[in-house]
């Protein structure tokens, strides 16, 4: 996800909780110093709230640009605010009639954020923009956002994943067709580049009901092809519960891939951490016992960071939590 290069020295966890009032459909920031023992930012409470669109805001990832800037794009959307009203409690009806935009925060420090902005990237066609995700393009210094749509040329039926390109998250290309699957729909996809390959987690909606991986020669190429061992770990998970795939390398040099769990109500949803040596590799285990999660974490995105930006984040947040006793107090 990092264009710059930098020290990896520790990791940003940007996420939303799964919770029935509009509080959880917010930006919230975790931190760790190895990518296993995860600490809470600000008590637990929201960094950024949504004031625009749906005022809520969910399937967080965040960027750091080549300029030492940090984009967090999301999905426009709130159940606790519209499910049961504008959308009928159906999400069919938000997969056709929801989320046309994007909303887009952008920052030099991780502390001091703009303006929430509306990103509205696709045209009537596009049923709903979901999950969007970001990616640099090596070959062209550039950026890949790519998302799930349901698209009018199907009839809304099943969804596939678009992509536009933007240099500056001002402007951005027409949306294009990335990947779509012949049997199913697919959702929430993660690109990566290892060793001069891209890696591409999907969400399959059937055959299987569960997450897959496709390996490429380029971002925006159609010449990606399964990843069998991969297929062979996922199968031995129960089906349809896992979505929001999200990877980060980890300091020893292996890849942990995050999966959300939604098997349940309430408590026991969240991230569930799977390892592997490499993505070529494709044998991602899961390994729950070597990590440590505050609350359940929500589809979101992990950025490496430096120290530096480690304790400016500790420091700030906590400040603002140690103000906000304080005035109570008075």
């Given at each position: 996800?990092?264009?710059?290069?930098?020290?990896?020295?520790?990791?940003?966890?940007?996420?939303?909780?799964?919770?029935?009032?509009?509080?959880?459909?917010?930006?919230?920031?975790?931190?760790?110093?190895?990518?296993?023992?995860?600490?809470?930012?600000?008590?637990?409470?929201?960094?950024?709230?949504?004031?625009?669109?749906?005022?809520?805001?969910?399937?967080?990832?965040?960027?750091?640009?080549?300029?030492?800037?940090?984009?967090?794009?999301?999905?426009d959307l709130?159940?606790?605010?519209?499910?049961?009203?504008?959308?009928?409690?159906?999400?069919?009806?938000?997969?056709?009639?929801?989320?046309?935009?994007?909303?887009?925060?952008?920052?030099?420090?991780?502390?001091?954020?703009?303006?929430?902005?509306?990103?509205?990237?696709?045209?009537?066609?596009?049923?709903?923009?979901?999950?969007?995700?970001?990616?640099?393009?090596?070959?062209?210094?550039?950026?890949?956002?790519?998302?799930?749509?349901?698209?009018?040329f199907?009839?809304?039926?099943?969804?596939?994943?678009?992509?536009?390109?933007?240099?500056d998250?001002?402007?951005?290309?027409?949306?294009?067709?990335?990947?779509?699957?012949?049997?199913?729909?697919?959702?929430?996809?993660?690109?990566?580049?290892?060793?001069?390959?891209?890696?591409?987690?999907?969400?399959?909606?059937?055959?299987?009901?569960?997450?897959?991986?496709?390996?490429?020669a380029?971002?925006t190429?159609?010449?990606?092809?399964?990843?069998?061992?991969?297929?062979?770990?996922?199968?031995?998970?129960?089906?349809?519960?896992?979505?929001a795939?999200?990877?980060?390398?980890?300091?020893?040099?292996?890849?942990?891939?995050?999966?959300?769990?939604?098997?349940?109500?309430?408590?026991?949803?969240g991230?569930?951490?799977?390892?592997?040596?490499?993505?070529?590799?494709?044998?991602?285990?899961?390994?729950?016992?070597?990590?440590?999660?505050?609350?359940?974490?929500?589809?979101?995105?992990?950025?490496?960071?430096?120290?530096?930006?480690?304790?400016?984040?500790?420091?700030?947040?906590?400040?603002?939590?140690?103000?906000?006793?304080?005035?109570?107090?008075?």
């Amino acid at each position: 996800m990092e264009g710059a290069e930098f020290k990896l020295e520790a990791y940003l966890f940007v996420h939303f909780k799964e919770k029935k009032t509009p509080d959880g459909e917010q930006v919230y920031f975790a931190l760790s110093r190895d990518g296993f023992n995860w600490e809470t930012v600000n008590g637990g409470q929201p960094v950024l709230e949504s004031i625009l669109g749906e005022k809520g805001v969910r399937d967080h990832t965040i960027v750091r640009t080549d300029e030492g800037k940090f984009y967090i794009l999301a999905t426009d959307l709130s159940l606790a605010n519209s499910f049961e009203g504008k959308y009928k409690g159906d999400w069919a009806n938000i997969g056709t009639g929801g989320s046309k935009c994007l909303s887009l925060w952008e920052s030099e420090d991780l502390i001091n954020w703009s303006a929430q902005r509306l990103v509205e990237l696709g045209d009537e066609n596009f049923g709903c923009l979901w999950a969007p995700d970001i990616i640099r393009d090596p070959k062209e210094g550039d950026y890949v956002v790519h998302w799930s749509s349901s698209h009018a040329f199907n009839n809304y039926g099943p969804k596939a994943i678009y992509y536009s390109r933007t240099r500056d998250f001002q402007t951005f290309t027409e949306p294009k067709l990335l990947c779509q699957k012949s049997d199913s729909g697919i959702i929430d996809s993660a690109i990566y580049e290892e060793d001069g390959f891209f890696y591409r987690f999907l969400k399959s909606e059937a055959n299987p009901e569960t997450l897959i991986l496709e390996k490429g020669a380029s971002i925006t190429g159609e010449d990606y092809t399964r990843v069998p061992v991969f297929d062979e770990e996922m199968a031995k998970l129960q089906q349809g519960v896992y979505e929001a795939p999200t990877a980060f390398r980890l300091k020893n040099g292996k890849w942990c891939l995050m999966l959300d769990f939604y098997g349940v109500e309430g408590e026991g949803q969240g991230y569930v951490p799977f390892i592997a040596d490499t993505l070529a590799d494709g044998r991602f285990i899961r390994s729950d016992e070597s990590f440590s999660f505050p609350y359940g974490f929500k589809h979101g995105t992990i950025l490496g960071i430096t120290d530096e930006e480690y304790q400016r984040i500790k420091t700030h947040y906590e400040s603002v939590k140690s103000a906000g006793k304080s005035d109570e107090t008075d």
